[in-house]
């Protein structure tokens, strides 16, 4: 419906995406080949197959729906004007998402605020995988709570991660790219990878279990 | 034998069934033994479960419209030169 409706606005005011619905069974490769010669239908139809990932990934990695917004831009923008130096070993996709990685990143480093935003290799990938709060979880913890309510406490929860942290689980459990594809994207080994989202799931783990643990226990836990 | 140290480590390898038979059933061996690493693996299971089944990712109308015109005018630019 929402969907329909911005298609509808879009229309009224602009003409580039116009040939869009004969190319959305068209593959990747092709458009790419197409876009690069020229043709901005096919542009037009990687950007819509794309745009909703992109934009979620930069809302998660920057926690901030402006800066998001800027990043899909240059995303998209920066994905245009360099179209010719995308060699096309990889996935399309995982070029741009390296790039909407890369602005959304930088968003963070320039945002001014008390907090150091830490997105160095300084990272201690050590051992020390701490584990504070074991406690069982209900069958569907998620049904107790409404979808908004849901969505505030994955969101938060997410928000608390280190950048690196939260860019690393975000490609690789939300967006469910393999753990080689999220290794080129952000420029790690595949050793850091596998180390940061252990670290990342463990810790999104324990924060979510303030919410999710099974009712009974709640009253254990604070006795 | 396995620590929970050493569960740990495989933790999202087993998750993500990558690892080997036999390391599975090491861990598996392990999980049956320790309440712990049970409660841990089951919990970060649902937690990936439950992002992986999170909010769809369609993109409001308005940021949407934005970007369209952002890249038309960016298009009929480059076109110009
Ligand atoms: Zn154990």
Redesign the interface.
Known sequence: M??A??RA??DG?????MAVSSLTGIDEAELVTQAREGE?AA??EL?RRY???I??LAQHVTQNREDA?DV??ET??KA??HLDQFKGDSKFYTWIVRIAVNQSLMKLRRRKTDKTVSLDETIDTG?D?V?RE????GED??QRFSREE??DI?GSAIESLEPLYRSV?VLR??D?LSTEETAEVLGLSVPAV?SR??RA??Q??ER??RF?KRKGDDAFAYM | MLTCKDFLGELSDYLDETIDAELRAKLERHITECPNCWVIADTTRKTIKIYKGMESCSIPADVESRLMAALEKKIAAKQQK
């Open positions: 929402k969907e409706a911005a606005g879009y005011k602009h003409r580039v995406q901005t542009f037009s950007v745009e909703g990932k934009f979620r917004e899909l831009q998209f923008m245009y004007e051992e995988t584990v074991v406690a069982a979880w913890p998620e849901l969505g994955l689980f459990d939300v469910e596998k989202l252990l799931r463990l999104l783990r979510l279990t999710f």
